[in-house]
């Protein structure tokens, strides 16, 4: 084979010849020998000697492949000091080739697993791990020297099994997690906050109807907006009155089939639905009533991108529902309308954006896929690794 026709995916070598066996090993010289000195920039730099390296690098022709480089160790006239020649695409130390690592680095991120690819790359499955390790604190480290979103989303979740949380922290604006802290009160994440670097630049701030939450981003983003979450505002409402519906008919505790009914959009429904539906509301009329409340708060808490004239009749339509729910003198409805008059500020700026906590939901899911796929992590920092690299 002519070694002129081989690619060898690794600008500044020359092929020099090629040995094919199981293992095919490519022998190559850099193109470009140092011109000055690395410790002092000195061009007067005398040969110390020859010497190989030997990297393992990408598969050839479908067998392994291993490089065979010939270097050379240099001496510098001027400062004295002795180095050796850095190589293009391979790490000082490393016994194989950047564009090796990154690849096993990306089939393992795919979900072929440390054993199964260490068998594979003739490798061990802890080097594999650690290849990983490393990739992905480098891509770590970038996001510390980064400034924190302007436009934030912040979220709890659930680590696997046990009760512990922690709170995301997305780049709404990028569709990205920017990072991840475990726990989710202020004494648990004030190192973290701490920590944050252009925190002040932080303009939206999406959280769902969570107190602590509200307390950390006034002091800790002082120049942000707090925008209440459309999902999570939407689902309290949902949650409230259908307590509320299994209360005024305790049937429904045991029909699912009505409560879904009950619980979808009723622009959703096909006909043969609403004709159910409608049945239900004959027999209880109660439940019709509630029915309306939640469609039209839920219609009210969708929308999205309004003007500033556009949300004070708005308000004033939430808060005569707010009123009705009071005078309701029921239990669940005036829960409810306690919490949407505490949080009224917040969900009038949720009108006027159209960013949510979608994204931050979604990546959630991925995360869970996450947790599942290494069966729970023993070390956050692990996790977080995983999650930076997966969702960043
Ligand atoms: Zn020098």
């Known amino acids: ?18 040995e094919s066996n199981s293992l095919m090993r490519i022998y190559a010289a850099v193109v470009e020998a140092p011109g000055q000195c690395l410790c002092c920039g000195g061009v007067r730099l005398r040969s110390k000697g020859r010497y190989e390296r030997r990297v393992r690098h990408l598969p050839c022709l479908g067998r392994p492949s ?47 697993c440390a054993s199964t690819l260490g068998e594979r790359e003739g490798v061990d499955s802890s080097t594999v791990s650690r290849i990983y390790g490393q990739f992905t604190e480098r891509k770590a480290k970038e996001r510390l020297s980064l400034d924190c979103p302007r436009v934030l989303g912040i979220d709890e979740h659930t680590l696997h099994k046990s009760q512990r949380f922690a709170t995301t922290f997305c780049d709404l604006k990028n569709h990205r997690v920017f990072d991840i802290s475990p726990g989710r009160s202020e004494a648990e994440l004030a190192g973290y906050l701490g920590s944050l670097r252009g925190r002040d630049k932080v303009r939206v701030v999406c959280i769902d109807l969570s107190n602590p939450y509200r307390s950390i981003v006034r002091r800790w983003f002082p120049r942000a907006m707090i925008v209440a979450d459309r999902f999570h505002a939407i ?11 299994r209360q005024l008919c305790p049937q429904l505790a045991w029909n699912r089939s009505w409560l879904g009914l009950l619980r979808a959009r009723w622009d959703r429904l096909d006909p043969e639905q609403r004709h159910r539906l409608k049945c239900l509301f004959a027999r209880q009329p ?13 219609s009210l808490l969708r929308l999205k991108n309004q ?24 239990q669940a409805a005036r829960t409810l309308a306690k919490s949407l008059s505490e949080w009224i500020q917040e969900i009038a ?38 999650v930076i690299a997966q969702c960043g």
């Open 1 to 18: 084979m002519s070694p002129v026709n081989l690619n060898l995916t690794l600008p500044g070598y020359r092929i020099v010849r090629v």
């Open 286 to 298: 109660a439940l019709e009533a509630i029915h309306e409340v939640k469609e039209r708060l839920c």
């Open 66 to 112: 291993e490089l065979v480089i010939a270097c050379r160790r240099y001496w510098c006239v001027d400062c004295r000091h002795s180095f050796v020649q850095p190589l293009p695409g391979i790490l000082p130390g490393r016994h194989s080739s950047e564009p090796w690592r990154q690849s096993v680095y990306e089939l393992h991120g795919d979900g072929v």
């Open 307 to 330: 003007r500033k004239r556009a949300c004070r009749y708005l308000i004033q339509e939430l808060l005569g529902h707010i009123e009705s729910l009071r005078a309701s003198g029921l």
């Open 235 to 245: 689902r309290l409402v949902g949650l409230h009155l259908m307590r509320l519906a």
């Open 349 to 386: 700026l949720m009108w006027r954006f159209s960013r949510n906590n979608g994204i931050t939901e979604g990546f959630h899911r991925k995360m869970k896929l996450i947790q599942r796929r290494a069966y729970g992590f023993r070390s956050f920092n692990n996790y977080r690794l995983r």
